[in-house]
């Protein structure tokens, strides 16, 4: 438990409106998407960037554990207190959009805005911010950057980093530190912004963040591709790809998936289906929309598709997607516990990933139903248990990380790393690089402080 004279210096900071230790608080805060929970000692809000160098201060002064969170959504524990201590909740007051730069096309924004509300907001300018991770309805900004947060369009777009011009960050002795400009090129000192982005709040608190934005594209079509064998499927991925296409999105569905879709949810899509492939394809003018989706029906149709559909409005675009966005919910008919997993592959090795995910999961007797962004490598794979099963299906789950990595891939795509798949870094990492990890994190947070026990660097 805090002692009650740290709670009470933490009030003279932010206010006792802003600092609880109720059994509520305590509850609410002491999960994420994950399920498991680990209960604070208090939860503060700050009100702005020198509250926060004020609290960390105090923390580091006292050895005070402490984690920022944002919306708490995410799959790996990445932003759970681990070991008690200060919830540093960003959601309540630190949410606001500063500026939107239409002459740069750059976006200032607290840590705390959520991410669909700063795509709405630019898109009303005619501008675009592409991240679109699955939680984009509620995750907020500072937490995409702090999990380098991914989404459908990353095929086309890219992930997270790849918007984040500059960034305000306090490190744990209160310093406040710019890291980045707003300038296309930048190359002076160290890529400072780099090593804060996806360190899951480990390293400092963003207070403050520049993305980039670009041109909202004029035209979009909703394009699925529906094929015998999932195999067909993951060729048709990278054939398409070499040929020429750009697309938005290319995500991909499974046989068991296809089963479920139409088990559970009524889904219309062919029962001998063994793969299907959902994305968009954008462009500025029709023409540049036509090319691309003649590319890809002629990719698809080479490596075998049966079909290929083309939505013609909005209405016949949602039925597309709803059997890609209801993917998760329906693969629950073969197993009462999921074991979600989100590795990435080189696209080329896609077809032989998934060959090998099945075998493994014949080899331990669980259905391995696998959907995700086959555009850019990224497989969610879905280890079904009853929970009976947690011990083989976690072993399971580390024989599909050792493949993954054999293969030149990685253990996460967009989740992170934090609490839930901290135990497996030294898969992905050799002691040296966990050594270097450790040093950055000792650099910056030499009390380890700050979202101790996440990434496996302790």
């Not at 009470?8 to 230790?21: M, S």
């Not at 680990?38 to 609290?55: M, N």
């Not at 990353?154 to 960050?169: F, Q």
């Not at 007797?365 to 696998?370: A, N, R, Y």
């Amino acid at each position: 438990m805090i002692d009650k004279k740290h709670l009470k210096a933490f009030t003279d900071i932010v206010g006792k409106e802003n600092i609880f230790d109720d059994k509520a608080h305590m509850l609410a805060y002491s999960y994420d998407a994950t399920r498991t929970r680990y209960e604070p000692d208090a939860v503060i809000f700050p009100r702005h960037e020198q509250d926060v160098s004020d609290i960390l201060k105090y923390c580091n002064e006292h050895l005070i554990v402490i984690t920022p969170r944002g919306a708490g959504s995410g799959f790996t524990g990445g932003a759970l207190p681990a070991n008690g201590g200060i919830i540093l909740g960003m959601e309540k007051h630190m949410n606001k959009i500063l500026e939107i730069d239409t002459q740069n096309m750059v976006a200032v924004v607290q840590p705390g805005v959520i991410n669909k509300d700063l795509q709405r907001h630019v898109e009303e300018l005619g501008l675009f911010y592409p991240p679109d991770p699955a939680s984009e309805d509620y995750s907020t900004l500072g937490g995409n950057v702090s999990e380098n947060a991914g989404g459908m369009r990353a095929a086309k777009y890219g992930i997270t980093k790849d918007y984040v011009m500059a960034l305000r960050a306090v490190r744990t002795n209160g310093d406040i530190i710019q890291a980045g400009k707003r300038t296309i090129k930048d190359v002076a000192g160290y890529n400072t912004a780099g090593i804060l982005i996806a360190s899951e709040g480990t390293l400092a608190v963003l207070t403050e963040l520049t993305l980039k934005l670009i041109p909202k594209p004029k035209f979009k079509k909703t394009y699925m591709g529906i094929f015998p064998s999932v195999d067909n499927a993951m060729t048709a991925v990278f054939k398409s790809l070499a040929n020429g296409a750009n697309p938005v999105a290319m995500e991909f569905l499974d046989k068991l998936v296809i089963e479920a879709l139409i088990e559970k949810l009524g889904v219309d899509l062919p029962k001998d289906a063994g793969g299907v492939l959902i994305g968009d394809v954008d462009g500025n003018v029709p023409e540049e929309v036509a090319f691309q989706l003649e590319t890809l029906e002629a990719s698809f149709k080479e490596n075998g598709a049966m079909e290929f559909k083309v939505a013609q409005d909005e209405d016949e675009a949602k039925e597309l997607w709803y059997a890609r966005k209801n993917a998760s919910q329906s693969i629950t008919i073969f197993g009462n516990k999921k074991l979600n997993e989100d590795i990435s592959v080189p696209r080329s090795l896609l077809p032989e990933a998934l060959e090998k995910i099945y075998a493994l999961g014949a080899k331990y007797g669980f259905k391995v139903p696998c959907f995700g962004h086959a555009g850019d490598g990224n497989i969610h794979v879905n280890v079904m248990i009853d929970i009976s099963q947690i011990d083989e299906g976690h072993k399971c789950i580390e024989e599909i990380f050792q493949l993954v990595v054999d293969m030149g891939g990685t253990l996460s795509g967009e989740h992170g790393i934090g609490t839930s798949k901290a135990p497996f870094m030294d898969i992905a990492f050799n002691e040296q690089e966990m050594n270097l990890f450790k040093d950055i994190k000792k650099a910056f947070d030499p009390n380890n402080i700050l979202n101790p026990g996440k990434m496996g660097l302790n």
